[in-house]
């Protein structure tokens, strides 16, 4: 099944250039570092990374949803999950908010340097107190003249450490009685802003060369003008971003579930065992075959809703069973790899290693598996 054309093939072989010769040779780097260089992001955005769906007056490359598809997939195959979520995070996560929602001057203002890759970016929603209920924000905005001052603080936020601007959650007001979302708004923060701090760099399980970080706003004062959109909107457009942000992150799962399988493949074709390759085994063949079956089924899945998410159709029901999909079957096919891979497959110099730890985030970030079937049994009526 393709949906590409030939202007998507020519970007593929230009992203699949760039990780090859700038991003294979340093992953191992990278994640003893924990974090990525910062240089590497001017360079992806002179190569036309940042930005490819975004208006060429803003530095954008003018393409279409289908060009990002491109993007992500070869980006999650590079096997640096942490490269592929940095990404995403900047291009499809964050930075989005200010395309969609802010102001003329907003944009001229921050986009270019965004697509650049100058001004990096980060989507700051998550707080300590729980992630799944976003309506239950405590940060805390209120209008003081023509700034806002806002209180509070921010946990789990990719790029964090590093990023130079920040879209951030506040609540504005309490929201009407039941009405708890409708008190949210969007803002956007320069990291240089006089009272906020990247509190912490957090350790984590898997994706170590991306940092993750949580914030703290004390007394921050942020221009009025930094509102994006309305004032008590924000939930809405972090529910419509979340879409893009859930989409691509099943995109990138089943390119990364490729290339393990892809390594799985030459691994067992190679390794001998009993006298002949393991490939030979029918219960190996079968494990292959189970697993090439379920990425074929959540590739379509994909892609259908994919191609509904081009035309703007909704596409929010199918969007959260892509993630819930293919959170889960990389979970059993990260667990297969490593079996196959015997011992080999615990140990750090195999990237199938990697693979292992960075896949279990999937069911968890961006909306858990568990709110994802929340959501497909509320859009079923249920
Ligand atoms: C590495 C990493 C990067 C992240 N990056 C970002 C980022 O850049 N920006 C950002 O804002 N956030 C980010 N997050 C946060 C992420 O989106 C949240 O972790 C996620 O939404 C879950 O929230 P939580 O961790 O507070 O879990 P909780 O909401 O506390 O949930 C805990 C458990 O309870 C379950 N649960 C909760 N509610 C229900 C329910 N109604 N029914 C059934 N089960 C339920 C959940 O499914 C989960 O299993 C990141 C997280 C990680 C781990």
Same mark, same amino acid.
């Given at each position: ?6 202007? %998507?093939?020519?970007?593929? @072989? ?11 040779? #340093? ?18 955005? @002179? ?49 989005? #908010? ?17 697509? =650049? ?12 107190? $729980?992630?799944?209920?976003? !309506? ?10 023509? %700034? ?6 921010? /946990? ?19 929201? !009407?009685? $039941?009405?708890? #979302? &409708? ?22 399980? $898997? ?12 007394? /921050?004062? +942020? ?6 959109? @309305? ?7 972090? /529910? ?9 992150? $099943?995109? @990138? ?15 067992? &074709? ?9 490939? =030979?085994?029918?219960?190996?063949? %079968? ?33 959260? /069973? ?8 990389? &979970? ?8 196959? %891979? ?9 990237? +199938? ?30």
């Amino acid at each position: 099944m393709t949906i590409f054309n030939e202007q %998507h093939a020519m970007f593929r @072989q230009a992203v699949r250039s760039f990780v090859e010769k700038e991003v294979a040779p #340093h992953i191992e780097e990278w994640e003893e570092a924990g974090q990525i260089p910062k240089s590497l992001w001017p360079r992806m955005g @002179q190569l036309g990374f940042l930005g490819v769906e975004y208006d060429e007056t803003y530095g954008g490359g003018g393409a279409d949803f289908l060009t990002t598809v491109v993007l992500n997939e070869e980006l999650a195959r590079s096997r640096c999950a942490s490269l592929a979520m940095a990404v995403g995070v900047h291009t499809d996560m964050a930075s989005p #908010h200010l395309y969609w929602a802010g102001s003329e001057a907003l944009k001229e203002k921050y986009l270019p340097a965004i697509c =650049r890759g100058e001004a990096l970016s980060a989507i700051a929603v998550t707080e300590a107190g $729980g992630g799944s209920d976003v !309506a239950a924000i405590k940060t805390r905005a209120v209008a003081d003249g023509d %700034h806002y001052v806002i209180n509070g603080s921010k /946990m789990f936020i990719t790029n964090g450490v590093l990023a130079d601007l920040y879209f951030v959650a506040a609540r504005l007001g309490p929201g !009407a009685q $039941g009405r708890r #979302h &409708q008190g949210i708004s969007m803002f956007l923060v320069e990291r240089s802003t006089p009272g906020f701090s990247v509190s912490r760099k957090l350790d984590k399980m $898997g994706n170590r060369a991306s940092d993750t970080a949580e914030l703290a706003f004390q007394d /921050m004062r +942020v221009p009025g003008e930094n509102l994006l959109g @309305q004032e008590g909107k924000g939930f809405y457009e972090v /529910m419509r971003v979340f879409q893009r942000e859930r989409l691509v992150a $099943g995109i @990138q799962t089943v390119a990364g579930c490729e290339r393990a399988l892809e390594d799985t493949i030459a691994y067992v &074709q190679q390794r001998q065992a009993f006298g002949e390759p393991l490939s =030979r085994k029918q219960v190996v063949r %079968h494990k292959i075959a189970d697993m090439a079956t379920l990425l074929e089924a959540a590739r379509r899945l994909t892609y259908a809703a994919c191609l509904k998410f081009q035309s703007r159709e909704d596409a929010v029901k199918e969007i959260s /069973m892509v993630k819930l999909f293919c959170g889960d079957i990389a &979970q059993k096919i990260a667990y297969d790899c490593v079996q196959l %891979h015997g011992g080999y497959g615990y140990m750090r110099e195999y990237p +199938v290693e990697r693979f292992f730890r960075d896949v279990r985030l999937l069911t968890i970030g961006g909306g858990t598996s568990e709110i994802m079937k929340e959501i497909i049994a509320k859009q079923m009526a249920l």
